[in-house]
């Protein structure tokens, strides 16, 4: 067509003028684009239908990469499925990079693509597989390229022990093993007179040293310091050894060394919990409230002030009993203190009885709570806030942990606000007293 827009673009029109029919008739015509330097043609008009897409799984290969020494053929799987959800027929060859591998098996009633791929030591593959349609109705893919290797032999590897020749009783004689090739990491086992001797040393820079201190023992004869490396990725790198080592005569020492034990004792230590009110001095809750709709009462108050520094409290640490601890600040709530050995932490638990008074009527300790509780730390000391995780205990009639750790020894003090929630207003008036324990293990 030599209108301006329209080069190579070639119209095909079709009419059907035999017998009772009408020359002139309405006819059917195509326009194709003609790409003369690869000598094809494209269908441009009447626009042809959307195909429907298609995609290729990831490559799922057997044995996994990166396979083994020795690995002649790896089995390739995946799955081709369109957006139709209909597994398409068609061909599906298999790429290694740009190389083509030959035909994969295709299964159009699953989708399954499987083939087989010949590999070799030290190789290096892009595997991918391209399905190509056997009708018009769908587009062709590509999967997703797989990178698959084979491990090639180990590299080879030598070790060799250097150090002194003599040393005396009671010196620090060094040894040191040189790797080969300095990129091999692993571990350098030392042996003196076929025995291990230490634990293993890692390698850094092609080399590991190792101290030995001639015991008196040693006096008088030789020894003999060997190694054996073991590689850390066995598939890259061989072990090896220094069997014959470095033979370093040992002389007594000049003086006989007197070994002499010392001992200390790491004393025990103790966990205390304690808080500023005792029986005689109860912890005041004040006068319970009545809602706004009449249906129930409630009192909250603070157990400590959050706001307020905390103290060493209590401060008699040397005692072993809990009596003879003096009362805490008010400021701190509850104080926890932990003297003991191993840093071992502590759980803090707390529960309630019912408030009861003089007569029948009674509170349920299940509606009286512990929230907002919050750690203070004492500027200083080994315990910090966030060494602490508080939780809230909303029934402390069955009770419940309200703070733990894992670290110690070490102060910290608790606040929190004690509440009752939801007290029915049948109960009767009066003073009512419940027990309020705290614990910690």
């Not at 035999?18 to 000598?39: E, R, S, Y």
């Amino acid at each position: 067509d030599p209108t301006t827009g329209f080069d190579h673009i070639m119209q095909i029109r079709m009419e059907d003028s035999g017998p009772g029919k009408t020359a002139g008739a309405p006819f059917w015509q195509a326009d194709l684009l003609i790409d003369t330097t690869a000598g094809t043609w494209t269908q441009v008009y009447p626009a042809p239908a959307p195909k429907i897409s298609t995609s290729i799984s990831t490559i799922i290969a057997n044995p996994t990469n990166p396979a083994a020494q020795g690995t002649t053929s790896v089995a390739l799987s995946a799955t081709l499925s369109a957006s139709d959800s209909t597994h398409p027929a068609g061909t599906v060859e298999l790429f290694d990079g740009s190389t083509d591998k030959g035909p994969a098996t295709l299964d159009a009633t699953t989708g399954a693509i499987t083939a087989t791929a010949t590999v070799a030591d030290s190789g290096s593959y892009g595997f991918t597989f391209t399905f190509t349609p056997s009708g018009n109705g769908y587009s062709g893919s590509t999967s997703p390229a797989l990178s698959y290797h084979v491990n090639g032999p180990a590299a080879a590897t030598s070790t060799v022990v250097s150090g002194l020749t003599t040393g005396t009783v009671g010196s620090n004689l060094t040894y040191t093993a040189a790797i080969s090739p300095a990129a091999a990491a692993g571990k350098v086992q030392f042996k003196v007179d076929g025995s291990n001797a230490g634990n293993p040393v890692t390698v850094s820079g092609g080399a590991a040293s190792f101290v030995y201190s001639p015991t008196s023992s040693d006096g008088g004869h030789s020894i003999v310091v060997t190694a054996a490396f073991a590689p850390t990725d066995s598939t890259a790198y061989t072990a090896s050894a220094d069997t014959v080592g470095v033979t370093t005569a040992i002389t007594a020492a000049a003086y006989t060394p007197d070994a002499q034990n010392v001992t200390v004792t790491v004393p025990a230590g103790t966990l205390v919990i304690s808080t500023p009110y005792t029986v005689a001095n109860p912890f005041k809750l004040g006068t319970l409230a009545l809602s706004s709709d009449g249906t129930h009462y409630s009192a909250s108050g603070n157990f400590g002030d959050s706001a307020a520094p905390a103290t060493i409290d209590p401060g008699n640490l040397g005692s072993t009993t809990l009596a003879s601890y003096p009362a805490g600040s008010t400021s701190n709530g509850v104080t926890i203190t932990d003297t003991r050995a191993g840093s071992i932490g502590w759980s803090a638990s707390v529960s309630s009885t019912d408030f009861t008074n003089s007569g029948p009527s009674s509170i349920s300790g299940h509606l009286f709570s512990f929230s907002s509780v919050t750690p203070k730390a004492i500027t200083g000391n080994n315990l910090h806030v966030t060494d602490i995780t508080p939780t809230p205990v909303t029934d402390l009639g069955a009770g419940g942990v309200f703070a733990k750790t894992t670290k110690g020894p070490g102060t910290i003090a608790i606040t929190g606000i004690l509440g009752l929630a939801n007290v029915p207003t049948s109960v009767q008036a009066g003073d009512y007293t419940a027990t309020l324990t705290f614990t910690v293990t």
